[in-house]
């Protein structure tokens, strides 16, 4: 069994930068996709990034391209999501999310994986 903890959190202004962490216990993420996804007050949980098992192949929603950037040390067996530029509507709790089984094709898809954090929250003022 995995266990996740989001960090990284915080208030911000409109146009500045937060970088959250996904630190991981009890297993490997090598093997493992890994995604960050929100939630913002009164909205569906909503994906944000992802990275395919076994690859650094990285996949984001529209709303952050170009802005939110992925990536994973599998030595520290940590996932990070860089987010620069930020805006009010980011504004949300975001979790990461890991499984080995979640294939290409299912990574946008919050029940195809099976671990999740806590979230951490995200302020943007404007």
């Known amino acids: 069994q995995v266990q996740l903890v989001e960090s990284g959190g915080g208030l911000v202004q409109a146009g500045g930068s937060l970088r959250l962490s996904c630190a991981a216990s009890g297993r490997s993420l090598r093997g493992h996709a890994v995604a960050w996804f929100r939630r913002a007050p009164g909205n569906e949980q909503d994906f944000v990034a992802a990275m395919k098992r076994n690859a650094d192949n990285t996949y984001y929603a529209d709303s952050v391209k170009g802005r939110f950037t992925i990536s994973r040390d599998n030595a520290k067996n940590t996932v990070y999501l860089q987010m620069n530029s930020l805006k009010p509507e980011d504004t949300a709790v975001y979790y990461c999310?890991?499984?080995?089984?979640?294939?290409?094709?299912?990574?946008?898809?919050?029940?195809?994986?099976?671990?999740w954090g806590q979230g951490t929250r995200v302020t943007v003022s404007s």
């Open positions: 999310a890991v499984d080995p089984n979640t294939i290409l094709s299912q990574l946008r898809n919050p029940g195809a994986y099976d671990h």
